[in-house]
């Protein structure tokens, strides 16, 4: 069974750049959730998709966006850097099946912008 | 609507001794709730879970926690602290919002395990 992997693991990008990062859901999971967190602080959610429809939605702005692909993998797009976006970029993949909610989460990716 | 907050960013123990990491949560529906741990530079890994069955609940690495629900808390417990449990340590509470699951984190405790 593979896990929760990402893509790239580290990046830095200029303010105003526009960024796309990348995960790849664990076998059998239909769900992605993607959250960002700041240093020091726990994660906050971006937003979720499922079965490539956004399934909910954070308090981020609407140039956080995102894909789910059919085989379930998704990616965050940020346009318009900015300073404060410098975080670490998490996602997790989950099923809807079964009776409990957990979600299983990847590396990372450690996003600077400068 | 649903919060969590993590009394302590910074919880200090000697190896050996007993670990308490404290979480009160609120939620208008009864709720999932987590414990997740974050080595540096790491993403979170699940450390135990209740959904609703036993109020006591087993997870890995000798941690435990108890679900209570008139105090709101679900307080994380080691009877003896190792020096690799020194991470960040995360409460997490999830219910139903419009037909998902969308948990809420709190900031995190940071364990510090002296020798």
């Known amino acids: 069974e593979t896990g929760v992997t990402q893509s790239p693991t580290h990046l830095i990008k200029t303010r105003g750049q526009q960024v796309t990062l990348r995960c790849s859901s664990q076998?059998?999971?239909?769900?992605v959730s993607w959250y960002q967190q700041a240093l020091g602080q726990g994660p906050q959610f971006i937003f979720q998709y499922y079965r490539e429809e956004e399934n909910g939605r954070g308090n981020f702005p609407p140039r956080f966006s995102g894909l789910q692909f059919p085989n379930y993998s998704s990616e965050l797009n940020v346009n318009a850097l900015e300073l404060d976006d410098s975080a670490l970029y998490l996602c997790?993949?989950?099923?809807?099946?079964?009776?409990?909610?957990?979600?299983?989460f990847g590396p990372g990716t450690r996003l600077t912008v400068t | 609507a649903q919060s969590v907050t993590q009394l302590g960013s910074h919880v200090s123990v000697s190896e050996g001794a007993l670990v308490l990491l404290r979480c009160n949560y609120s939620s208008s529906v009864p709720p999932y709730l987590f414990w997740y741990v974050q080595y540096p530079n790491q993403g979170l890994q699940l450390l135990l879970k209740?959904?609703?069955?036993?109020?006591l609940v087993k997870g890995i690495n000798g941690f435990e926690a108890e679900f209570k629900k008139s105090e709101t808390s679900f307080h994380l417990t080691k009877p003896s602290a190792h020096m690799s449990d020194a991470a960040e340590y995360f409460c997490?509470?999830?219910?139903?919002?419009?037909?998902?699951?969308?948990?809420?984190f709190g900031r995190g405790t940071s364990l510090i395990v002296h020798p």
């Open positions: 997490a509470v999830s219910a139903p919002t419009g037909g998902s699951y969308i948990p809420t």
């Open positions: 209740y959904t609703s069955a036993a109020t």
């Open positions: 076998s059998g999971h239909n769900t």
């Open positions: 997790a993949s989950s099923s809807d099946q079964g009776s409990s909610y957990e979600q299983y």
